[in-house]
């Protein structure tokens, strides 16, 4: 089997990296890694984590988990409310 097209065309169709040099300005221009919009070489795949992994957690009571279930509590509280409310107005 013939193929035509050129086995590189593919790495070198590849996004390219974002990143700017601080000395020159110009781009980088290195592949940028799957799911990134840089390089390697310019910080791909690193970062903070989520949750407990991240630097800046605490205690948790920020969290999205802890933050949604207290949005539930206020609307359920809300809502017993709001239903005590019609039936003491009617009676
Ligand atoms: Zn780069």
Known sequence: MKVDT???QRAHG???CTAKSKRTGLPCNNPAVRGWMVCRMHGAGVGHGSGKANPAYKHGMRSREAE???RAVN???RMARALKQLTGSIG
């Open 6 to 8: 050129n086995p590189m």
């Open 14 to 16: 590849a996004p390219r």
């Open 68 to 70: 949604d279930s207290r």
């Open 75 to 77: 609307e359920l509280t």
